[in-house]
């Protein structure tokens, strides 16, 4: 079984600043994915970053990176220079690379960016 | 390239009723998955399908849930009879191959069941 855990509920950030957003997980499964997903009120899921589990740097997308830090079990999403628009629900999310295994999702972190 | 389509966006139902909804996935996504998304939480998946096969079923609630897939393309999901309980975002996803590719949601329809 898979399992993902977000604690913050809710982060602040200002604009142009940076912002980290937790995400530890524990998996039995020798190769995974982690993904993350921004949702804004409007209610889509937009796919932001992903990282393999055998993956030997950590990943970036733009203003995206992951901070993977595979003793630890942890997959911090990192947010440069924050923009109004980036204020959403983010959600952190796992699959195993096997079978037809599917995407285990995180509670979420609510991200609001101030003027 | 169109996106996952799904409809109707919202619905307002009253307990006991039946509703409906519909995915229309990108063209040869041979993966679809429903989730059901409580207010204030992560989708939680409901049922996946591999072309017209149910691969995972099991946190689907068969007593009021169904789905299905005909022709391997688009997809229903039906409540019937529904509780207040089911209010929530129904998202419909798809897959495009391999497990390392990300899911390409729709947008959602918001179930209201008063």
Request: aromatic share 12%.
């Amino acid at each position: 079984a898979q399992k993902i855990t977000q604690t913050q509920p809710g982060m602040f950030v200002q604009e142009k600043e940076a912002v980290t957003l937790d995400c530890t997980y524990d998996t039995s499964d020798p190769s995974y994915g982690l993904f993350w997903y921004k949702q804004p009120s409007s209610g889509e899921m937009i796919f932001l970053i992903y990282q393999g589990s055998y993956d030997q740097q950590n990943a970036t997308e733009g203003r995206y990176s992951l901070n993977f830090q595979k003793a630890r079990k942890s997959a911090n999403l990192v947010i440069s220079a924050s923009q109004l628009g980036d204020s959403a629900m983010y959600f952190c999310a796992m699959r195993a690379v096997s079978g037809y295994s599917t995407l285990t999702f995180g509670k979420g972190t609510m991200l609001l960016v101030s003027p | 390239e169109a996106g996952v389509a799904q409809s109707p966006r919202y619905k307002i139902i009253e307990k006991r009723q039946s509703v409906a909804f519909w995915c229309n996935p990108i063209s040869g996504h041979a993966t679809l998955y429903w989730y059901q998304q409580i207010l204030g939480q992560g989708p939680k998946l409901l049922i996946q399908f591999q072309n017209n096969g149910v691969v995972d079923d099991s946190q689907l609630p068969k007593d009021r849930f169904s789905a299905e897939r005909l022709k391997g393309v688009d997809s229903t999901l039906k409540i019937q009879p529904a509780k207040l309980e089911d209010s929530a975002v129904y998202l419909c996803a798809t897959l495009p191959g391999h497990l390392t590719d990300t899911q390409y949601f729709g947008p959602g329809t918001r179930l209201t069941v008063l």
